[in-house]
């Protein structure tokens, strides 16, 4: 797939989001909002590629997401980038079940590698980074006053140090929500979804 026309996605799982499992919280509903508008927006900008790192929590947010997008535009496509084979061996049953839902679903699935190793969601990331395109899409802010009731979205720059960098995933036309680890200082743009 052409990196032009192509974004990818991380977050956090559902232990470091603020209402944890229950997605019928307000603002798991808003952040779920956000990123249908954001969907779109990056639709309408020429983005038709997405990749998503298929953990739990806004992971998994996102990948439904593109799927509904996908709904409304056929030609997107959505490719699943999995850490390792055995990625949801310890989920619960249903995070599993939900999960090979939308892996059904997905147009492509690459396994990263066979068996899990220190690095391996380094490796998924940089994965995802590589063949992602070199802009974000600009998403309009949301409406002001809305700060601390809604995500807010941002543009962001590559943090000034490497041990800050650490803190981050910085990646091409990339998608994150909160603080992902990854050792990608970069000369790419993101787009960051602040909780």
């Not at 690459?110 to 899409?137: I, L, W």
Request: with cysteine; aromatic share 8%; glycine share 6%.
């Amino acid at each position: 797939m052409d990196p032009a026309v192509t974004c990818c996605f991380s977050g956090h799982r559902p232990a470091r989001l603020p209402w944890g499992h229950n997605e019928a919280d307000p603002r798991c509903l808003a952040l779920k909002a956000r990123l249908d508008q954001a969907l779109e927006e990056a639709h309408r900008q020429g983005f038709r590629h997405f990749l998503c790192g298929m953990a739990q929590g806004a992971d998994l947010y996102f990948c439904q997401a593109v799927l509904d997008l996908r709904q409304r535009h056929p030609e997107v496509t959505l490719e699943a980038a999995i850490p390792f084979a055995g990625q949801a061996d310890h989920w619960s049953a249903a995070d599993q079940r939900r999960r090979m839902t939308l892996l059904d679903q997905c147009d492509l699935e690459t396994v990263v590698q066979h068996t899990y190793t220190p690095g391996c969601m380094n490796r998924r990331n940089r994965y995802m980074v590589d063949r992602s395109s070199t802009e974000a899409p600009s998403i309009p802010s949301p409406t002001p006053g809305a700060r601390g009731s809604a995500p807010s979205f941002s543009r962001w720059s590559p943090p000034p140090n490497k041990r800050a960098a650490r803190r981050f995933l910085t990646a091409g036309c990339c998608f994150i929500v909160g603080q992902i680890a990854g050792p990608y200082l970069s000369r790419l743009k993101i787009l960051k979804i602040s909780l």
